[in-house]
C-alpha cells in the first residue's frame, strides 16, 4: 500500500499519560500536516512539515503539543499530559512537491481516547 | 482569513434520487477547494477538486460539483445517490498551506 499510513489506528490512555502517534507519508511528499477531529466537525489544522522543517505550528492546541519530522520522512505527534478534551480523531496528510491543485491526501487516523 | 460554512449538518434522500451539497467559501484570492468524504471511522477521501478553468469539475464516484465566484459557491452534485454514498463529505479551501474544513454534512440514503 503506498497512501499514507498511520499508527497506532485507536489509543485508549489515562489522562495525564503521554501519547506518540506516528504517520508515514507517501513517499517523496515533501509535506507532511497533522489535524485534529472532534465528533462532528471538520478536521482542525495543528501543524505542518516541508522536509524537516516545521513552517507552521502556532495553531498547536497547547505547548502540551509537539510534532517532529526528524529525517524529512515519517512523522511523531506527541501529546504530554493528555486531558480528556484531547479525545479525537488525529489525521495525517501529505502533498506531492509542485502539486498544482495543493491537494493533500489522509491516512485513516488515529482515533485518541482518553479516560 | 479564510473559511468554509457547510449550511447543512445533515441531509437524508431517498437512493436513485438528485443529491446537492453546499459550501461557501470566504477568501480573498482564487481559492483552490475541494470536496472530500469520510465513512465512519475512516480518513479522508478526495472526491474532486478545483483552482481554474471550467467552473464545472468531475469528479470520482459521479460526483461533480460547479464554482460560482460571484456567489462564493462550491456545491456537490449527484444525480443519482447510492447506498454506498451514505457518508460524511467535507467541503474545504487551502492557500498553500494549511487546508479550511467546514463542518461537514452528514448524507443518509434511504432505500
Known amino acids: 500500500d503506498t497512501g499514507v499510513s498511520q499508527d497506532p489506528r485507536h489509543k485508549i490512555t489515562k489522562r495525564g499519560q503521554n501519547v506518540t502517534f506516528r504517520c508515514d507519508p507517501i513517499s517523496e511528499h515533501n509535506r507532511l500536516y497533522w489535524y485534529r477531529q472532534t465528533l462532528g466537525q471538520g478536521p482542525e489544522f495543528l501543524t505542518y512539515?516541508?522536509?524537516?522543517?516545521?513552517?507552521?505550528k502556532s495553531r498547536l492546541l497547547s505547548d502540551r503539543f509537539s510534532a517532529e519530522r526528524p529525517k524529512g520522512s515519517f512523522s511523531t505527534l506527541e501529546i504530554q499530559r493528555t486531558e480528556q478534551g484531547d479525545s479525537a480523531m488525529y489525521l495525517c496528510?501529505?502533498?506531492?512537491?509542485?502539486?498544482?491543485?495543493?491537494?493533500?491526501?489522509f491516512g485513516p487516523g488515529t482515533r485518541l481516547t482518553v479516560l | 482569513a479564510q473559511s468554509v460554512t457547510q449550511p447543512d449538518i445533515h441531509i437524508t434522500v431517498s437512493e436513485g434520487a438528485s443529491l446537492e451539497l453546499r459550501c461557501n467559501y470566504s477568501?480573498?484570492?482564487?481559492?483552490?477547494l475541494f470536496w472530500y468524504v469520510q465513512s465512519p471511522g475512516q480518513g479522508l477521501q478526495l472526491l474532486l477538486k478545483y483552482f481554474s478553468g471550467d467552473t464545472l469539475v468531475q469528479g470520482i464516484k459521479g460526483f461533480e460539483a460547479e464554482f460560482k465566484r460571484s456567489q462564493s459557491s462550491f456545491n456537490l452534485r449527484k444525480p443519482s445517490v447510492h447506498w454506498s454514498d451514505a457518508a460524511e463529505y467535507f467541503c474545504?479551501?487551502?492557500?498553500?498551506?494549511?487546508?479550511?474544513f467546514g463542518a461537514g454534512t452528514r448524507l443518509t440514503v434511504k432505500p
Open positions: 496528510a501529505s502533498r506531492v512537491p509542485g502539486s498544482s491543485y495543493n491537494e493533500q491526501f
Open positions: 512539515f516541508q522536509n524537516e522543517a516545521q513552517l507552521e
Open positions: 477568501y480573498g484570492a482564487t481559492p483552490y
Open positions: 474545504a479551501v487551502t492557500n498553500n498551506n494549511d487546508m479550511r
